[in-house]
């Protein structure tokens, strides 16, 4: 899946360019979806590096966009460093698992992700537990992206439960978001499995994906954000049943 051929660059344009647009509209989404729908076509390995250039362009833009980035730093550094942690150890899962085991855990985390957002309240947490709880949110996000690719379960709960306002959430799932891309680069580095052919997709997947926020942030004024979101999430759900139960067809 490495040669460039027609089939996967239209694959890749498609992807990151639909992938933009949901994270235009939603803040958020990009690598879940981009993961979600390579893994359908190749292993979550090597979707995991295409990913890498993309996810963390993006992902900085967002962080940036906003006047809180380095207040945002200094409150949420424990979790972001067990991120780190977490990240590149979960890697290893990602290197060495069948690729059949490792798309089945990506299906499971999808579905995990889409209806926990679709069915669940946003959880209020109490001040006085932050700092106890973001270093262990923190493991179990970088285990979970370095062996799924996927960098939002429990990171995105969390955040949504701290009461940050409208852009300072969306600054913060940006950092979350671009420490985990850091980490799974350095965590697919250390074991050898991010290769130079793999750097040439992952450059090419750059302009889709910005032409695809630029669209999303266009559509996100003329659509309704909440019904988008509960379209994409539903596709998510799809997308992670046939994921997690392909081994068994």
């Known amino acids: ?32 979806v981009a993961m979600g729908v390579l893994g359908a076509a190749m292993s979550p390995l090597t979707a995991a590096a295409i990913l890498i250039i993309p996810s963390f362009v993006t992902n900085v833009w967002q962080m ?13 550094w424990a979790m972001m460093l067990c991120i780190v942690l977490g990240t590149v ?8 698992v069948d690729p059949v085991w490792s798309g089945r855990a990506l299906g499971i985390a999808l579905i995990a992700y889409a209806a926990y ?35 939002t379960i429990p990171a995105v709960p969390y955040l949504q439960s701290l009461g940050l306002q409208k852009d300072e959430l969306v600054q913060a799932l940006g950092l979350s978001f671009t420490v985990s891309t850091v980490a799974l680069a350095a965590g697919l580095l250390a074991h050898g499995a991010f290769r130079l052919d793999q750097l040439g997709l992952s ?41 997690t139960l392909r081994p068994f067809s």
């Open 203 to 243: 450059l090419l997947a750059v302009i889709p994906a910005l032409a695809g926020m630029w669209l999303g942030s266009i559509a996100r004024q003329k659509i309704s954000p909440k019904a988008f979101r509960r379209c994409f999430l539903l596709f998510l759900i799809i997308l992670g049943l046939e994921l």
């Open 1 to 32: 899946m490495n040669t460039l051929t027609i089939g996967l660059t239209g694959l890749l344009l498609a992807t990151f360019l639909g992938a933009g647009v949901v994270k235009g509209v939603t803040g958020m989404g990009l690598p879940t």
């Open 89 to 96: 150890l979960g890697t290893r899962l990602l290197v060495v």
């Open 64 to 76: 940036l966009a906003g006047r809180d980035t380095l207040r945002l730093m200094r409150r949420l």
């Open 117 to 151: 957002a679709l069915f669940l309240p946003t959880l209020s947490l109490p001040e006085r537990l932050e700092s106890r709880l973001s270093p262990v949110i923190g493991i179990v996000t970088g285990l979970l992206t370095g062996a799924t690719g996927v960098f």
